[in-house]
């Protein structure tokens, strides 16, 4: 990693775990935390101006094609569906009938779910307006930094896919260290099982890393990862519950167990991200047999590129 890309991955670190920390101590509870998902894009962006090798509009920003939104949007179900199908069918998982898809609109849990059920493909009728737009600028933030800024920028410089996921994943999985503590879940863990969490948050997260990456570079399009990303923790959210608040979904368990973001959905995610580690690995040897569609959001000139991985 260049000089450039190191300090952004210190200064992102310390800035987040600074703001997470300080949120903490002073009992300022999750607000700040999501305001913190802001800071990662803030400095790439500042970064990228600031940058003579570097252009805002090298990130993609193009619209993904119909068929990566279906991707972006049906994957996440499959996802969180595999972690709900395992957590039911070894007793962790059980209706929650505190939802409110138990008492609102009917008094009839099946007819809510079918009314309910549009919701889980088009975000914004479950979400208030200003959530929905805060969720959008967040997600489109972390995505923004990690896959546009971090990831593009190694994966152009390096000509290695793989090696740019790694990095970048680690640094995410870094940035996300401070959730252990201030989530009231896993605060309140005993150390083998925080031990237990901690490990395999790793993997998944290098995992997921694999699969928004893998969509990036195929879609040319930072809002496919985004879309991606943003289904993923509404789904997770609505059925298996929040770590962040200890809120239960629709589905009621031990959330640090069988949340999506538990110890089975992390599981789970690591396995999902197998896939995608050899599809990362198929296309990095097309892209050095040939130059061709996956440097389109990598950089907007080939040659420039495989000159830079070679020098």
Same mark, same amino acid.
């Given at each position: +990693?260049?000089?450039?890309? /190191? ?8 800035? /987040? ?19 913190? +998902? !802001? ?6 962006? @500042? ?10 509009? *090298?990130?993609?920003?193009?619209? =993904?094609?119909? $068929?990566?939104?279906? $991707?972006?949007?049906?994957? =996440? ?9 395992? #957590? %039911?069918? @070894? ?9 409110? *898809?138990?008492?609102? =609109? ?10 309910? !059920? ?26 923004? !930094?990690?896959? #546009?800024?971090?990831? %593009?920028?190694?994966? %152009? ?6 090696? *740019?996921?790694?990095? /970048? ?18 605060? @309140? ?5 925080? #031990? ?7 993997? @998944? ?5 694999? +699969?928004?990456?893998?969509?990036? $570079? ?9 879309? +991606? ?6 789904? %997770? ?14 589905? *009621? ?21 197998? $896939? ?15 130059? #061709? ?19």
């Amino acid at each position: +990693m260049n000089r450039e890309l /190191s300090w952004y991955a210190v200064l992102v670190l310390a800035l /987040s775990w600074t703001a997470a920390v300080s949120a903490g101590l002073l009992g300022l509870g999750q607000g700040p935390m999501t305001a913190a +998902m !802001a800071l990662p894009m803030l400095l790439a962006l @500042a970064f990228v101006l600031a940058s003579k090798r570097d252009r805002l509009s *090298a990130i993609g920003w193009k619209a =993904p094609g119909i $068929v990566w939104i279906l $991707v972006c949007v049906l994957l =996440p179900i499959l996802q969180i569906g595999v972690v709900v199908g395992i #957590g %039911r069918s @070894a007793g962790l998982l059980s209706l929650n009938r505190e939802h409110f *898809a138990f008492h609102e =609109p009917t008094s009839h849990v099946w007819l809510n779910l079918i009314v309910l !059920a549009p919701a889980m493909f088009v975000p914004f009728i479950l979400l208030p307006l200003p959530n929905f737009i805060l969720g959008w600028l967040n997600h489109l933030g972390e995505e923004f !930094a990690w896959r #546009g800024y971090i990831f %593009r920028r190694l994966a %152009r410089e390096n000509n290695n896919l793989v090696s *740019a996921v790694l990095v /970048s994943g680690a640094v995410w999985w870094a940035w996300h260290l401070p959730m252990f503590w201030l989530s009231p879940v896993l605060s @309140a863990l005993r150390p083998p099982q925080l #031990g237990l969490t901690i490990t395999l948050s790793a993997p @998944a997260i290098l995992a997921t890393a694999f +699969m928004y990456s893998w969509v990036y $570079v195929r879609s040319g399009s930072i809002w496919a990862p985004t879309i +991606m990303h943003l289904f993923w923790n509404l789904y %997770r959210g609505t059925l298996t519950g929040r770590l962040a608040d200890g809120e239960p979904g629709l589905f *009621a368990g031990d959330l640090w167990l069988v949340n999506g973001e538990g110890v089975v959905g992390m599981i789970v995610a690591a396995c999902f991200g197998l $896939v995608f580690v050899a599809l990362m690995a198929s296309e990095q040897k097309t892209r050095r047999a040939k130059i #061709g569609s996956p440097y389109r959001v990598l950089g907007e000139n080939p040659a420039s590129v495989e000159s830079a991985g070679t020098s």
